[in-house]
């Protein structure tokens, strides 16, 4: 499916060929091999990484409703990415460096902006969600007003590349990119597992979880940090993907409950699923041109924010 | 062994919280502070468990300073019930008591089996299945229980064990707050240190083997039941008139206002 229809037959011919290294140059080949092959692996890396971090702040903050997004890490991140397209853009010389510097400035941002966020609402009676969010929301305001300057001052071309990238989208997928994005997913999904009894504790409280023998401290900061390399990377690879972080732990947990040691590995797959349909669907719903990811998956994710919102409204 | 506060004092924000407090809290005991409201007793919870450093003196348990004490040891040897939880994920109450597991880790079979006779224990076994966030507070506050009996279950190596109770009655009712008092019975007599705070002066009575009234953030006094609790004392700490009899059935102290 797709501007350029392939069946299935073929794709599964022109993968297995890549596969024995057998494969000549065509226009079908490419167009499976180096466009909506990465695209669809950059997409299953993508939405695992942002589902399983959603659980895992929701966890560390014990508020089902914390998401990257919603704390700031995300805006930090695509502060930092603008300003490498701004400013470090002109410098570039190849593509392979630009891609490096965006993905490190968008991971500066990004754990900047989360540090920002955490210092403002810990105190040493703890931390407060409420002072979490509006933070957040701050950091979010302010991230904001800086891109909206970088966008005044800039021109047509650089202009459309920073609002298309902000839009989220795994349109410009490539094995350099699924690269990263791997070596960035297989670490988590290796460092996170581990951490599954702590933050099964954690939703305790803080002082609960000490009593049980557990380094609130020395966990917190590792989650932070892991949590900043892998938005800050996301954003920086797929542009600004919102609510998979939110929903995709939310349904889980509605299905098999909140401990984390089930519900990590689950957030992952469905989080990587549904982003790779919610791409799909983006690619093929308005033909021949395609919609950026993002709008899709903010259209699927804010109604199911607001039933949530009404359901737990009942709870207070 | 013991857990031995010398000459703690704790200013936080401008307040003298605790001024110069000795106080033991031996193994095999029950001991239960009692005091008005402010008087400190949740403050010197927290520095008798490390969850607060004082900011004189310190603090033993079983004779090694409690910071020196590596956390998931600590937690094997000391297991703490807060006045208040913050849960609200619905956990179901099986996997909250489990959680109480975590120091000790005894094996899947071994920690299914601790966590279904804690539940037993106090009288929730029904819940087992229920969701955490849709228990009322008293089955809440009996699953926390469960959860910090498990944590202390078995005998552990690295010595004598403490089990501490913040108002663990508060949402009871009289069957429950009964309960309470037969499983910290039962516990110390198992050789497990218990200290908890109680705003009940007659349960007090009924399960102390040391009395502590604490007012003012100093210990006004302590020791037996019979001892301690007095006309006059009750007057001064609590400024209420109040009559002290005999329990017609356990013959502990009983206070009438």
């Known amino acids: 499916m797709g501007t350029v229809s392939i069946p299935l037959s073929q794709i599964i011919e022109v993968v297995v060929l890549a596969v024995r290294d057998d494969v000549e140059p065509s226009q079908i080949n490419s167009i499976v091999l180096d466009i909506r092959l990465p695209r669809v692996i950059l997409a299953l890396l993508v939405g695992a990484v942002l589902a399983v971090l959603g659980a895992v702040m929701q966890g560390l903050f014990r508020n089902p409703l914390a998401d990257p997004s919603l704390i700031g890490v995300s805006g930090g991140a695509s502060v930092g990415?603008?300003?490498?397209?701004?400013?470090?853009?002109?410098?570039?010389?190849?593509?392979?460096?630009?891609?490096?510097?965006?993905?490190?400035?968008?991971?500066?941002?990004?754990?900047?902006?989360?540090?920002?966020?955490?210092?403002?609402?810990?105190?040493?009676?703890?931390?407060?969600?409420?002072?979490?969010?509006?933070?957040?929301?701050?950091?979010?305001?302010?991230?904001?007003?800086?891109?909206?300057?970088?966008?005044?001052?800039?021109?047509?071309?650089?202009?459309?590349?920073?609002?298309?990238?902000?839009?989220g989208n795994l349109g410009g997928a490539n094995w350099l990119k699924v690269s990263i994005m791997a070596g960035v997913s297989v670490i988590l999904l290796v460092l996170l597992p581990g951490q599954a009894k702590s933050l099964n504790g954690l939703l305790l409280g803080e002082s609960e979880a000490r009593y049980l023998g557990i380094d609130v401290q020395t966990i917190k900061r590792k989650l932070i940090f892991l949590t900043a390399l892998g938005v800050g990377v996301s954003v920086a690879l797929a542009g600004l993907i919102g609510f998979v972080g939110l929903i995709i732990p939310h349904m889980i947990r509605l299905l098999i409950g909140p401990d984390h040691r089930g519900l990590l590995p689950a957030s992952a797959l469905a989080g990587a699923s549904l982003l790779m349909v919610a791409d799909s669907v983006a690619r093929v719903v308005v033909l021949p041109a395609e919609l950026p990811t993002g709008i899709l998956t903010a259209l699927l994710g804010a109604p199911f924010f607001v039933v949530l919102l009404i359901r737990q409204r009942g709870e207070f | 062994m013991s857990i031995v506060a010398k000459n703690i004092s704790l200013h936080l924000a401008g307040f003298d919280l605790l001024r110069h407090i000795d106080l033991s809290v031996e193994a095999g005991q029950v001991t239960v502070l009692v005091?008005?409201?402010?008087?400190?007793?949740?403050?010197?919870?927290?520095?008798?468990?490390?969850?607060?450093?004082?900011?004189?003196?310190?603090?033993?348990?079983?004779?090694?300073?409690?910071?020196?004490?590596?956390?998931?040891?600590?937690?094997?040897?000391?297991?703490?019930?807060?006045?208040?939880?913050?849960?609200?994920?619905?956990?179901?109450?099986?996997?909250?008591?489990?959680?109480?597991?975590?120091?000790?880790?005894?094996?899947?079979?071994?920690?299914?089996?601790?966590?279904?006779?804690?539940?037993?224990?106090?009288d929730a076994s029904y819940l087992q299945r229920r969701l955490y966030t849709q228990m009322s507070g008293g089955e809440k506050q009996r699953v926390q229980l469960a959860r910090v009996l498990a944590q202390v279950w078995s005998p552990s190596c690295f010595g004598d064990q403490f089990l501490v109770l913040d108002e663990p009655t508060a949402a009871f009712d009289l069957a429950h707050q009964q309960m309470t008092l037969d499983i910290v019975r039962q516990f110390s007599a198992r050789g497990i240190g218990v200290l908890m705070v109680l705003h009940d002066l007659n349960l007090a009575a009924r399960c102390a083997d040391n009395l502590v009234v604490v007012n003012g953030g100093v210990l006004e006094a302590w020791g037996s039941p019979e001892k301690v609790l007095t006309e006059q004392l009750i007057s001064k700490v609590f400024e209420v008139q109040a009559t002290i009899t005999r329990h017609p059935v356990t013959d502990t102290p009983l206070v009438i206002t």
Request: glycine residues 10%; charged residues 10%; aromatic residues 6%.
């Open chain 1, 81 to 167: 990415a603008s300003l490498m397209i701004v400013f470090a853009g002109g410098i570039m010389v190849t593509p392979l460096a630009g891609l490096s510097l965006i993905s490190l400035g968008a991971f500066i941002g990004g754990v900047i902006s989360t540090l920002v966020v955490y210092r403002v609402a810990t105190s040493s009676l703890g931390t407060s969600v409420t002072t979490m969010l509006l933070a957040g929301i701050a950091i979010g305001a302010i991230a904001g007003a800086i891109n909206s300057l970088l966008s005044y001052f800039s021109d047509n071309q650089i202009l459309r590349q920073i609002s298309l990238w902000q839009m």
């Open chain 2, 35 to 122: 005091g008005p409201n402010g008087a400190g007793k949740s403050s010197l919870l927290k520095v008798l468990t490390g969850e607060i450093n004082p900011s004189q003196g310190s603090v033993y348990l079983n004779q090694l300073e409690l910071s020196q004490w590596d956390i998931q040891q600590k937690a094997n040897v000391l297991a703490v019930l807060p006045q208040h939880s913050e849960l609200n994920f619905p956990f179901t109450a099986s996997e909250v008591v489990e959680l109480g597991c975590i120091p000790h880790m005894s094996g899947y079979a071994k920690d299914q089996k601790i966590t279904a006779d804690a539940l037993q224990m106090v």
